[in-house]
């Protein structure tokens, strides 16, 4: 069982930066791909990025790579959602997950097992 709690979102200007946290407790933290998605008013929630266990992999969606860093600190428990030159389009409610049995599948939410409740982003233009 993993619990995940979310914190650091708010609101920006564009072009500011946030970066969110997603501490979690549990024993299969360390074992556990990580990934954060984010749901926007009327739309699905949708792949932002991801971490391997070991954080030697990252994986991030188009609309984000260059801009966004994910990170994770295993002994901390904490994984990491670094967003610069944030864009109104960016806003939305960004999610944690967590799942041991990921695999390549990565960027689809049911693939995760265990969910923070998420934390609000507004990006101002």
């Known amino acids: 069982q993993v619990q995940l709690v979310e914190s650091g979102g708010g609101l920006v200007q564009a072009g500011s930066s946030l970066r969110l946290s997603c501490a979690a407790s549990?024993?299969?933290?360390?074992?556990?791909?990580m990934g954060w998605f984010r749901q926007a008013p009327g739309k699905e929630r949708e792949f932002v990025a991801a971490?391997?266990?070991?954080?030697?992999?990252?994986y991030y969606a188009d609309s984000v790579k260059g801009r966004f860093t994910i990170s994770r600190d295993n002994a901390k428990n904490t994984v990491y959602l670094q967003m610069n030159s944030l864009k109104p389009e960016d806003t939305a409610v960004y999610y944690c997950a967590a799942g041991q049995y990921v695999g390549s599948d990565y960027y689809i939410p049911s693939r995760y097992a265990y969910w923070g409740q998420g934390t609000q982003v507004t990006v101002s233009s």
């Open positions: 549990g024993r299969t933290f360390s074992s556990s791909v």
């Open positions: 971490i391997s266990w070991s954080g030697s992999n990252t």
